[in-house]
């Protein structure tokens, strides 16, 4: 069975500094991941996916993400923060389940942006 | 493509009226979902499909039905609304490409 768990629920940085958003899968499968945004009062963006091709994948505003297979991680970076980064974060896994396919979100991670 | 469509964005309910929350896509996915989102418990699933005919239990699945009767369409359906259902719904299609979510729905029970 699939699960996501995003080890920090809040995360607070400076503007300028780097950004990590971890998040720690498990799956049966091959999975299929992703990380979405949602800006406050805002619906749900995909930043990024890893669809079992390069490892380090690059995604949008500059954020990029790197599969561990071995370490059942695929953490969220940013060289240096924004203002506009500050928003909440899913990690999410796409797998195959009985029936067809299961996406599962992880609980979320809060990024505050520190001027 | 519209993408995911759902409706309305705001509904305010009485404790015990029933309502219908539409999700339509026009992708063509076989898989479709709903999620409802509360503050620091991220999505949650309530039900999800993997084809016309067919729905299964997400995660949170009490108070809720859905059918699929159709691989464009998913509607939720509270049959007798409580104020725990007060939160954000939010219908999505998936492939194992990527999630397509509509808008969202917030859902207000007095």
């Known amino acids: 069975a699939q699960s996501v768990t995003q080890l920090d629920s809040h995360v607070s940085v400076s503007e300028g500094t780097p950004v990590l958003l971890r998040c720690n899968y498990s799956s049966s499968y091959s999975p299929s991941l992703f990380w979405y945004v949602q800006h406050p009062n805002k619906g749900l963006q995909l930043l990024l996916k890893y669809t079992s091709a390069a490892t380090l994948v690059k995604g949008i505003n500059g954020f990029e993400a790197e599969f561990k297979k071995s370490e059942t991680s695929f953490h969220l970076t940013k060289p240096s923060a924004h203002m506009s980064d500050a928003a909440e974060y899913f990690c999410?896994?796409?797998?195959?389940?009985?029936?067809?396919?299961?996406?599962?979100f992880g609980a979320g991670t809060r990024l505050f942006v520190k001027a | 493509n519209a993408g995911v469509t759902q409706t309305p964005k705001f509904q305010v309910l009485k404790t015990g009226q029933s309502m219908t929350l539409q999700c339509a896509q026009d992708?063509?996915?076989?898989?479709m979902s709903w999620y409802r989102q509360d503050p620091g418990m991220g999505l949650r699933l309530i039900h999800y499909?993997?084809?016309?005919?067919?729905?299964d239990q997400g995660e949170v699945p009490n108070g809720y039905n859905v059918s699929r009767s159709t691989t464009e369409d998913f509607p939720l359906r509270l049959l007798s609304a409580a104020p725990s259902q007060t939160s954000v719904y939010f219908c999505?299609?998936?492939?194992?490409?990527?999630?397509?979510f509509g808008q969202g729905t917030r859902l207000t029970v007095v």
């Open positions: 999410v896994v796409s797998d195959r389940d009985t029936g067809g396919f299961k996406t599962i």
């Open positions: 499909s993997v084809g016309a005919g067919i729905t």
């Open positions: 992708m063509n996915h076989e898989y």
């Open positions: 999505a299609s998936s492939t194992s490409r990527g999630t397509f």
